[in-house]
């Protein structure tokens, strides 16, 4: 059985107390105070200038990261260092 046939043999069944979802929502929105409302409203128009003015801002200007020795060169040069003698000795051998 389709699911609108079930509402609408829903609907007919109670139809003395049974409200579309949408005058349910209505019902809800309309139990807040007016002064809710207008807060909230004012709270939609703040968010959007916010927005509009966070766009037009300029960005900051990210710093190009300071590059890293890589370790795999450290080491390279590390190992030049310890056996640098040793390689001058090979060099005057040829």
């Known amino acids: 059985?389709?699911?609108t046939l079930?509402?609408?043999?829903?609907?007919l069944i109670n139809?003395?107390?049974y409200n579309s979802p949408n005058h349910r929502r209505n019902k809800k929105l309309l139990a807040n105070?007016?002064?809710q409302r207008a807060q909230r409203n004012r709270d939609k128009k703040r968010a959007l200038l916010d927005k509009l003015k966070n766009k037009n801002k300029p960005k900051a200007?990210?710093?190009p990261k300071r590059s890293k020795m890589p370790y795999r060169f450290k080491y390279y040069q590390f190992q030049d260092y310890k056996f640098k003698e040793?390689?001058?000795e090979l060099e005057k051998l040829e």
Do not use: G
């Open 86 to 88: 040793e390689i001058e």
């Open 33 to 35: 105070s007016q002064a």
């Open 15 to 17: 139809s003395s107390t």
């Open 61 to 63: 200007k990210k710093r």
């Open 1 to 3: 059985m389709p699911i």
């Open 6 to 11: 079930i509402r609408s043999r829903r609907r």
